[in-house]
């Protein structure tokens, strides 16, 4: 399967026999090893956000294949950019995306962003400039580390539900949304639900009212899932009904879209929803489910410290396979 020079923007946009090669390739890479196939080989990291996971992971992973990473933080240690096409540069940006795409190109062998929403306007955040601007400017591939969406994380999480759940069709997926002390990207919500649609998991969205729906942009994606693998689709409110008979529950924070820039007034509606808490009570409803969560986690917030420890949590088990997924979908893109 030629995967060379692929940009990875999203997993829509991949198809579901090349996902599941680069998850057999992480599979393979993780028990057997993987020698060093990217000697030579560059990746440039830009990071508009923090990170933990997604830095270490991408940078040890390229070390590991032989190949180096350099990091950048546009505003920082690089000159803030602008990604607008025929915009009057008279703001902050010192650069426009056009020219960093095209030097960071000649410099190194791929690109990869994280570059997430400022919550404050959903209507410019959907458009996903800045990864959209390097993708048309780029002339390598350009690999998403989180923007409107995770396919990273993506990865990661489904190479644990295939290593516990085996066969991942007609498994019962939960995403539940969880109390947050302020408002979080929709992003790893999102990714969630596609990639648990697009393998064929019947999937369940729990979350406290309407106000909390994931963009139909995202919805539309995953009725399409649903309806290729012939899954199911639900969509609930009912904290019981949601958890009864789940395989797999995974919890995930995240903003009411209309509240973006208006934090004070969804500040209101979310502070009664403290009980969206994934705890041992809930979990006894499933189907002994396995627990997961991207990370960071707040403890007791988002779930107690006896689902967050006990021996169904995947919480470091899915941490961990994301340097495994991204160094197979490293060695496919730049090998």
Same mark, same amino acid.
């Given at each position: 399967?030629?995967? !060379?020079?692929?940009?990875?923007?999203? /997993?829509?946009?991949?198809?579901?026999? %090349? @996902?599941?090669?680069? *998850?057999?390739?992480? +599979?393979?890479?993780?028990?057997?090893?993987?020698?060093?196939?990217?000697?030579?080989?560059?990746?440039?990291?830009?990071?508009?956000?923090?990170?933990?996971?997604?830095?270490?992971?991408?940078?040890?992973?390229?070390?590991?294949?032989?190949?180096?990473?350099?990091?950048?933080?546009?505003?920082?240690?690089?000159?803030?950019?602008?990604?607008?096409?025929?915009?009057?540069?008279?703001?902050?940006?010192?650069?426009?995306?056009?020219?960093?795409?095209?030097?960071?190109?000649?410099?190194?062998?791929?690109?990869?962003?994280?570059?997430?929403?400022?919550?404050?306007?959903?209507?410019?955040?959907?458009?996903?400039?800045?990864?959209?601007?390097?993708?048309?400017?780029?002339? !390598?591939?350009?690999?998403?580390?989180? /923007?409107?969406?995770?396919?990273?994380? %993506? @990865?990661?999480?489904? *190479?644990?539900?295939? +290593?516990?759940?085996?066969?991942?069709?007609?498994?019962?997926?939960?995403?539940?949304?969880?109390?947050?002390?302020?408002?979080?990207?929709?992003?790893?919500?999102?990714?969630?639900?596609?990639?648990?649609?697009?393998?064929?998991?019947?999937?369940?969205?729990?979350?406290?009212?309407?106000?909390?729906?994931?963009?139909?942009?995202?919805?539309?994606?995953?009725?399409?899932?649903?309806?290729?693998?012939?899954?199911?689709?639900?969509?609930?409110?009912?904290?019981?009904?949601?958890?009864?008979?789940?395989?797999?529950?995974?919890?995930?924070?995240?903003?009411?879209?209309?509240?973006?820039?208006?934090?004070?007034?969804?500040?209101?509606?979310?502070?009664?929803?403290?009980?969206?808490?994934?705890?041992?009570?809930?979990?006894?409803?499933?189907?002994?489910?396995?627990?997961?969560?991207? *990370?960071?986690?707040?403890?007791?917030?988002?779930?107690?410290?006896?689902?967050?420890?006990?021996?169904?949590?995947?919480?470091?088990?899915?941490?961990?396979?994301?340097?495994?997924?991204?160094?197979?979908?490293?060695?496919?893109?730049?090998?």
């Amino acid at each position: 399967m030629n995967l !060379k020079n692929r940009s990875f923007l999203s /997993t829509q946009d991949w198809s579901l026999d %090349e @996902l599941s090669h680069i *998850l057999d390739l992480a +599979e393979k890479m993780k028990r057997s090893g993987h020698g060093r196939p990217l000697s030579g080989k560059s990746l440039a990291m830009l990071f508009f956000n923090p990170s933990l996971r997604t830095r270490s992971s991408f940078e040890l992973g390229m070390y590991q294949l032989g190949g180096h990473a350099v990091c950048l933080a546009p505003g920082k240690d690089a000159w803030p950019l602008e990604p607008r096409p025929g915009v009057v540069m008279d703001g902050e940006a010192e650069e426009h995306v056009q020219e960093a795409a095209a030097v960071l190109s000649r410099f190194f062998d791929a690109i990869s962003i994280r570059c997430f929403p400022k919550f404050q306007d959903w209507s410019e955040d959907r458009q996903d400039r800045m990864i959209r601007a390097f993708a048309r400017w780029a002339t !390598k591939p350009i690999i998403n580390m989180e /923007t409107i969406v995770h396919p990273c994380q %993506e @990865l990661a999480l489904m *190479l644990s539900i295939k +290593e516990k759940l085996g066969l991942p069709a007609r498994k019962n997926f939960l995403l539940t949304w969880t109390y947050h002390p302020k408002g979080l990207n929709t992003a790893v919500a999102n990714s969630a639900a596609l990639i648990a649609s697009r393998f064929g998991m019947n999937v369940t969205i729990l979350r406290p009212s309407a106000d909390f729906d994931l963009d139909p942009m995202f919805m539309d994606q995953v009725k399409d899932n649903v309806k290729a693998s012939g899954a199911r689709l639900t969509v609930t409110d009912s904290i019981d009904g949601a958890y009864t008979g789940a395989d797999f529950v995974y919890a995930k924070s995240w903003g009411a879209i209309k509240y973006f820039g208006r934090w004070e007034e969804e500040k209101k509606i979310r502070e009664p929803l403290k009980h969206f808490i994934v705890d041992q009570k809930k979990m006894e409803l499933t189907n002994d489910a396995y627990f997961s969560h991207c *990370l960071p986690m707040r403890r007791n917030v988002k779930a107690t410290d006896e689902v967050a420890d006990s021996p169904r949590s995947l919480i470091h088990h899915e941490a961990e396979n994301r340097i495994h997924v991204q160094k197979a979908l490293l060695a496919e893109i730049l090998g």
